[in-house]
């Protein structure tokens, strides 16, 4: 799988990984962190969250423009990554409760600006790479590899995330409790809420509360948590200098592909590499690449809901601890054992390896299983969890679930039977239909206590539901995900006629950035339908966009082979 690529690929996967760890560590926060701050309703929270995720992935286009008519890629991506690093400071920089909105809306849109300048160029880079025939043949294996550079990063995320949040929180004699925010905002505005029960909760954190001093403790319980997630936003400062570095300081490996086909021609040594597409064939792939990005707006619009509403059911919906055996799920430090242990049994007992193998393979099982009982036995018996842990789930499961996946796909396409990209995303946009298909029915239980009727509070600790509902979720959007993201940015490299690969690379990202705007669309539903409609909706979304890409499949077919 990694054999015979260029050096250039491994430039960029170390790059993204270090810019999307940062990106995810924020992200597995965002949300939480404006209703805990600013007491925003979901449908606000929903809003601005969508808001600045349509930004995040439309300035891609912005971004291909510039590095396809001014700068090229490598400085365009660059100058992103800087851009990036102001944008996740300034977020960073904590204030008290209810101020800073404005600071924090502009680095919103600084952090946008930024990877719209660095994240499609990227991209774009990644594919010059593979126009060498020598490469050519790998194109698709490559973006699986790059892709799961970006989850590595995100992979860690969560964790860094809870990390330091519990760290602050810690500092200032509290813990992490996901009933106290909505709490402590309404008792704050005046609202109706059970204030016996209130004080309950409080006293948990600090036995001296007492009626007289629950705004006191209020306040300060809002602040300890805002400026935990601030911390946490700083996560990113570091991941940026980090991805700073190994793009400038590993230029060598990509500098013969960073190249506009724009400064080709301005070259006397590269004018024969421009490649010239008729009029027709250029309208043809464009066609194309629109009809891609029109049904990837609806698988975006789905999967990233980890960041909205699903991330909303594991706060309210969904036991916040667990038992020894299954805290491993939510533990990256005793899953990634697991992991690795599993891999050194399958080189020990693989028939190919050779010796060597077999002996490294037998070693890492042994090892990497005695670790994973080491930290098995340093669990309590109940051990809470926040619920951004959830969303480490999805990479780690990109991370493990690639190899299967890039073999599968390898050994049918040796037979002959291996399915063009569009085909694989209607493929994908089906299996995301399933993926919404087990939240419905982990939502049935539910009936009687949707978000309308909780008014924004934690539903009763006897409703809470497995986290393996969301889980399975995690699980099945990820395998969704495999078979339509990554093939996706390989068709896009693949088909986008060369004067504009910048530019659709952007257009892959636009798609998806609407996608994220119709997130508010779903997040506005939340508290107006119950639970088992609202996942029904993204079923219904998923299955028509399968219907159509089928339907159009003759046309995207014929646009690769012009």
């Avoid at 964790?159 to 004699?173: D, F, G, P, Q, R």
């Avoid at 098995?376 to 780690?396: A, C, D, L, M, W």
Wanted: hydrophobic share 50%.
């Amino acid at each position: 799988m990694l054999k015979d690529h260029p050096r250039g690929l491994f430039v960029a996967f170390f790059a993204n990984m270090g810019e999307r760890f940062g990106f995810y560590t924020m992200v597995a926060i965002f949300i939480l962190f404006l209703q805990a701050k600013y007491g925003f309703p979901a449908g606000k929270a929903s809003q601005i969250y969508g808001a600045f995720m349509f930004f995040v992935y439309f300035l891609p286009l912005l971004g291909g423009i510039i590095a396809d008519k001014v700068l090229g890629y490598g400085k365009t991506i660059s100058i992103g990554l800087v851009v990036m690093f102001l944008g996740y400071f300034l977020l960073a920089m904590p204030t008290t409760m209810g101020t800073g909105q404005g600071a924090v809306f502009l680095a919103l849109g600084v952090i946008a600006l930024g990877t719209g300048l660095f994240k499609g160029n990227l991209q774009a880079l990644v594919g010059n790479l593979y126009d060498d025939p020598k490469y050519s043949s790998k194109r698709d294996i490559a973006f699986n590899i790059f892709y799961m550079g970006i989850n590595i990063g995100a992979m860690f995320a969560p964790t860094a995330a809870e990390k330091v949040s519990n760290w602050i929180l810690h500092k200032s004699n509290f813990f992490y409790d996901a009933r106290i925010p909505a709490l402590a905002n309404s008792f704050l505005k005046g609202q109706e809420l059970d204030i016996n029960h209130f004080l309950t909760i409080a006293q948990a954190q600090d036995s001296s509360t007492t009626l007289d001093t629950l705004r006191l403790f209020s306040e300060n319980y809002i602040n300890a948590l805002s400026k935990s997630y601030h911390f946490g936003f700083g996560v990113a400062c570091v991941s940026l200098i980090i991805s700073m570095l190994i793009f400038w300081g590993f230029r060598k490996y990509y500098r013969q592909a960073d190249f506009s086909e724009k400064q080709k021609a301005a070259r006397a040594d590269m004018k024969d590499q421009v490649i010239k597409l008729t009029p027709k064939q250029t309208r043809e792939r464009l066609i194309a690449l629109g009809l891609v990005f029109f049904v990837v707006i609806f698988f975006w619009m789905s999967f990233h809901q980890n960041g909205l509403t699903l991330t909303f059911f594991a706060r309210d919906y969904t036991q916040p601890s667990v038992g020894k055996g299954m805290n491993f799920w939510f533990d990256l430090f005793g899953l990634l054992p697991i992991f690795l242990s599993v891999i050194g049994l399958y080189f020990m007992l693989r028939k190919k390896s050779i010796t060597r193998d077999r002996l490294l393979g037998g070693v890492a099982f042994v090892g990497f299983a005695v670790l994973a009982y080491l930290r098995y036995r340093s669990y309590g018996e109940v051990n809470p969890f926040t619920p951004q842990k959830f969303q480490h789930f999805n990479p780690f499961f990109i991370v493990a679930l690639t190899p299967i996946i890039v073999g599968i796909f390898g050994y049918m396409n040796r037979k002959g039977i291996e399915p063009p990209a569009p085909k694989k995303i209607g493929i994908g946009m089906l299996i995301t239909a399933v993926g919404f298909i087990i939240m419905v029915f982990g939502s049935l239980s539910l009936i009687g206590y949707s978000p309308k009727e909780l008014a924004g509070q934690v539903a009763p600790v006897e409703h809470l539901v497995s986290p393996y509902w969301l889980i399975s979720t995690y699980f099945t959007l990820t395998v969704a995900e495999l078979f339509l993201s990554p093939m996706g940015i390989s068709f896009v490299s693949r088909v986008a006629p060369p004067q504009y690969k910048g530019l659709m690379q952007g257009g892959w990202f636009a798609a998806t950035a609407l996608g994220n705007y119709l997130l508010s669309v779903i997040g506005a539903l939340w508290s107006r339908i119950p639970l088992w409609s609202l996942w029904l909706v993204l079923v219904i979304c998923c299955i028509l966009s399968a219907v159509f890409i089928f339907a159009v499949m003759k046309r995207l077919l014929r646009a690769t082979q012009s």
